[in-house]
């Protein structure tokens, strides 16, 4: 049985600035977003709320929808979560 990864976007208090990632323990990830434990971009820019996530099979999987999603545009991405998330709630605390 293969490990679940999974591709997620994180967002800020306004919902202003989107970062999407890959990670194979999404709850522990994301807490560490919320805890300002990774440095960089998240971090600078207060991004810790989860507004969408996908599973992917594997790492190879997740990584090649990641850089799908990255390279999408602003409107694509926003396309993604309201269809999961309509309302742009945290996702957090549902995992």
């Known amino acids: 049985m293969e490990d679940q990864y999974y591709v997620y976007i994180l967002t800020n208090k306004n919902n202003t600035v989107l970062y999407a990632g890959v990670t194979n323990d999404l709850r522990r990830r ?22 969408y996530y996908e599973i992917a099979g594997n790492a190879e999987a997740a990584i090649c929808r990641e850089k799908q999603i990255k390279g999408g545009s602003r409107d694509k991405k926003l396309d993604l979560i ?14």
């Open 30 to 51: 994301v807490f560490e977003h919320k805890e300002k434990l990774v440095k960089g971009f998240t971090k600078n820019y207060n991004v810790s709320k989860l507004v």
């Open 82 to 95: 309201i269809a999961m998330n309509p309302d742009w709630e945290d996702l957090y605390n549902e995992l």
